[in-house]
Structures are given as C-alpha cells and as structure tokens.
C-alpha cells in the first residue's frame, strides 16, 4: 500500500494518523482509564486531547482501530485501541517513492552486512538474532513501496552492564530523553538505527512488537545462532 504524504486524513497529516496506527500496532495505546488511553493518542499525534479523542473515534468509525474495553477481576479495567486488518495495511504502508526490485536487493545485501557487523560489536548491548523479508518484495513486481524487513533482536547475556553503559555513553555524547521509558529504550533503538543506516526505502519492523507478523507470510534470510550466522546474499 503505497500513501501520499502530502495528504491529509481526517483533518490530520497522514503520516501523524499513521503513526497513531502504529503504536496500536505496537500495543501501546492502552491506559486505566479512556483518558490516560487518548493522552498516549495525543502524544504520537503531538496534538490536543480534544484532538487525539475525535482522531480515535474516527479511526473506529472508519474501521482502522477497535475500541476494547477488558475487566480483569473486580476493579482492573484496562481500555484499549487495537488495530484492524484494514489498519494494519495502513499502518505499514510506505509514504516514499517507489524503488525497483533491483535497489531492493542490493538494500537488502547490505541491510545483512550490517548486521554481520553489529553482531560482532561486543560494546552493544543487543545482537540481531533473525531477519525476514515481506512485504511486496515476495511478489514479482519489478516497482515495490519499500523493502519491508522484520527484525528480531536479543540480549546479549551480560546485557544489565552493557545497557548501562550504552546509556551513559548516549548521555555523554549529548543524547537527550524525554522520559524514563526513552531511556531504558535506547539500547535496542540504537541497534535498529544501525540497521537502517538512514537508507530511503528501507522500512524496518520489530518482530516482536509488531502484530503483522501473526499475519503476514515472510521469508527468512538472516540468522544468527551460538556463534554461527546464515545470511544469503540475493542477486
């Protein structure tokens, strides 16, 4: 699915709703009450509550999110905004020019390098354990959005020390975070924006976090196990 990024949804840039998408993607629109669930809206929308609540009532409107409401025992109660089949395609749909299979495949090669080198730096406090490949890259059309990886990260065993350590080497560098949560997050991020190298049409996705991957096919072309990398290089 391929989205201008120019346009608009909702009164809103597409590329903030999208976002919003995202994190419910990501299962981090939830709160104790509805609005500790719209101030998590607002903040991915960087606009009013007011704003963040009409924004996710349309989204349910319109099918791309499902409000849920869960009771766990007597007084738990946890709200929610989960993404849609309709939502998710949204959610990873490419916002850039169209890239030929060709710039695909070499962005993949290198995308496997880097993680061969990642994966030898002892400093990081992650290495890349898997890859996969899906998306539009698996059909045959010769024009494609992005190239759409999956990534699985995992901890390295002295991971406590190294986390530390990335942490205050960010901050020292001059690195800020807004919150707590941004802070304990670094480490992995860090990892991710190695991996992307800010190559345009490269859209990378948490395998962990990210609920297409219940769903959709991929195909597996990197991994990394006690020691020993498998990593195909594409012609």
Request: a positive charge; one cysteine or more.
């Amino acid at each position: 699915m391929q989205i201008n990024p120019k346009e608009t949804l909702f009164g809103h840039p597409i590329l903030k709703v999208r976002e919003v998408v995202r994190q419910a993607m990501r299962c981090r629109l939830w709160g104790s009450s509805e609005k500790e669930l719209h101030e998590k809206v607002a903040k991915a929308l960087k606009q009013s509550l007011v704003s963040a609540q009409e924004l996710a009532k349309q989204l349910v409107d319109d099918g791309y999110l499902l409000f849920e409401k869960k009771i766990f025992g007597e007084d738990d109660v946890q709200f929610e905004l989960n993404e849609t089949e309709k939502g998710r395609r949204f959610g990873v749909a490419n916002a850039g020019k169209p890239i030929s299979r060709q710039k695909a495949t070499q962005l993949l090669n290198e995308l496997i390098e880097r993680a061969k080198a990642i994966n030898h730096r002892k400093e990081l406090a992650y290495y890349v354990e898997s890859i996969r490949v899906f998306g539009s890259y698996l059909s045959d059309k010769e024009a494609l959005g992005d190239l759409d990886i999956g990534v699985k990260l995992a901890r390295k065993n002295n991971f406590t020390e190294l986390e530390d350590n990335r942490i205050e080497l960010a901050r020292q560098s001059g690195r800020q975070f807004s919150n707590y949560s941004e802070v304990l997050d670094w480490p992995h991020r860090e990892v991710m924006m190695l991996l992307k190298a800010r190559k345009r049409g490269l859209s990378l996705h948490d395998i962990d976090e990210d609920k297409v991957f219940k769903v959709a096919e991929t195909n597996l072309v990197f991994q990394y196990r006690k020691g020993k990398t498998t990593g195909k290089t594409f012609l």
